[in-house]
């Protein structure tokens, strides 16, 4: 029996919608995948503490309720654009910026 790759779901309906948008309308589902990894990587109960995330232009901008984690967070920033743009699967985010 031959069995092809198996993909997830998300990521076959992500790479045909690019197909059918066009690259304009790319970048807005580029900005919804890298808030949604955004969450993703926090993990769930760190994430309770983001909010208000936005993507433009290359930027991550989100909002941390706790000054504590923020700074943690902004100490690490490096480590996170690496990793994001890893779970993305290209280099997209060059920024986090944490209000």
């Known amino acids: 029996m031959y069995f092809k790759k198996v993909q997830r779901i998300g990521d076959i309906l992500t790479t045909d919608l690019r197909k059918i948008v066009g690259p304009e309308s790319a970048k807005g589902l580029d900005a919804v995948h890298a808030v949604n990894v955004w969450r993703q990587i926090l993990g769930p109960t760190m994430a309770r503490y983001s909010e208000g995330e936005t993507f433009e232009n290359g930027a991550l901008r989100v909002r941390i ?25 290209k280099q997209i985010i060059y920024a986090i910026t944490f209000y």
Do not use: C, E, P, W
């Open 65 to 89: 309720k706790s000054a504590v984690l923020r700074n943690d967070l902004f100490m690490q920033r490096t480590k996170l654009i690496q990793k994001l743009n890893q779970q993305l699967g």
